[in-house]
Nanobody
Framework: QVQLVESGGGLVQAGGSLNLSCAAS????????MGWFRQAPGKEREFVAA????????LYVGSVKGRFTISRDNAKNTVYLQMNSLKPEDTAVYYC?????????????????WGQGTQVTVSS
C-alpha cells in the first residue's frame, strides 16, 4: 500500500501561483507514475498531469499546458505541481494519485492510490 498526503492548496487571486506537494509513504518503490487530478463541484474528476519515475516523462491536460509544471523528487518520494497564471476555472479539489506499473493515463481508473485532496480556490 501507498499513502499519499497533499499540501499547498489555498486561496489565490487570478494570475497568481500555488505549488502543491504530495508526499508518498509505504510501498513507494512499487509506484511508477504519480500525478494530479482535480474535481470541481458538480463535475467529474479531471486529469491534470502525471509524471513517470524514470525517466521523468510527463503528460498534461491541454488546459494547463504552459501554466502548470509537474515534477518529482524520487529521493523524497514527493511529487509537485507548480501552478502559475491561475484562472478561476482552475478552482477545484486537487487529488494526488499514484499507480503501480508503467505508463501515464488520463483515466482515473488506471490509478491505484489516492490522497484526500487539497482545495484550490482562484478568485477573479
Amino acid at each position: 500500500q501507498v499513502q499519499l498526503v497533499e499540501s499547498g492548496g489555498g486561496l489565490v487571486q487570478a494570475g497568481g501561483s500555488l505549488n502543491l506537494s504530495c508526499a508518498a509513504s509505504g510501498r513507494t518503490s512499487s509506484s511508477d507514475a504519480m500525478g494530479w487530478f482535480r474535481q470541481a463541484p458538480g463535475k467529474e474528476r479531471e486529469f491534470v498531469a502525471a509524471i513517470s519515475r524514470i525517466p521523468s516523462t510527463t503528460l498534461y491536460v491541454g488546459s494547463v499546458k504552459g501554466r502548470f509544471t509537474i515534477s518529482r523528487d524520487n529521493a523524497k518520494n514527493t511529487v509537485y505541481l507548480q501552478m502559475n497564471s491561475l484562472k478561476p476555472e482552475d478552482t477545484a479539489v486537487y487529488y494526488c494519485t499514484a499507480r503501480d506499473g508503467v505508463g501515464l493515463y488520463h483515466d482515473p481508473r488506471r490509478y491505484d492510490y489516492w490522497g484526500q485532496g487539497t482545495q484550490v480556490t482562484v478568485s477573479s
